[in-house]
């Protein structure tokens, strides 16, 4: 017996961070009211993101590629501060500390927590993380995961994995509230929280 499409298409929607069935089901029913030429549209558009979009070697940022470019314009700019890294839990993350336009140095984008993410991809990212650290002259390494449970758990983590390399390790000040998420924030909390940093 055939799955309904509606049924099917939901259960696809759902596997999409912070959705629920409710809400994919209104994707589903939004997208079988929209013209033939819009579905097109949105599927050309997923289409030219998966195929112009690219993960940058060095923090893991996605930006649209350019012939044989590796990586993203934060980490190619000349004028980024070299010696400052800053951990992030998400793209979405990332995005928000640069909204900010306040911080001037590079990013490592963890991919998730460890609580939530799959053990083995989490372990290849710090594995990466921790060659980075080795191979660069960082003075600063900024912590900026979540104020979560699981992003405090996360912090906690890291500050063990890289406390002995001799570099100062720093974290997010006070501004951001607990449980919340760095993407949520506007940018004068998350610009607070930089210059509180400690």
Known sequence: ??????????????KFPNVGPKTANRF???????PVKEIKKLLEGIIEVKKNIKTCELCYNFFISKEQENLCSVCQNPL????????????????ALEKTQ???????????????????????????????????????????????????????YLERKIKDKNIKITHLGRGLPIGGELEYADPETLESALEGRR
Request: aromatic content about 8%.
């Open 1 to 14: 017996m055939m799955q309904d499409p509606i049924e099917k298409l939901t259960q696809e929607f759902s």
């Open 28 to 34: 589903v029913l939004h997208l079988i009211k929209l």
């Open 80 to 95: 980024r501060d070299k010696q400052t890294l800053c951990i992030v839990e998400t793209e979405t993350d990332f995005q």
């Open 102 to 156: 306040k911080y001037k140095g590079l990013y490592f984008i963890l991919d998730g927590n460890i609580i939530e993410s799959k053990k083995e991809l989490f372990q290849k990212r710090i594995q990466f993380l921790e060659k980075r650290i080795q191979t660069a002259s960082f003075k600063e390494i900024i912590i900026a995961t979540n104020p979560t449970t699981e992003g405090e758990t996360t912090r906690l």
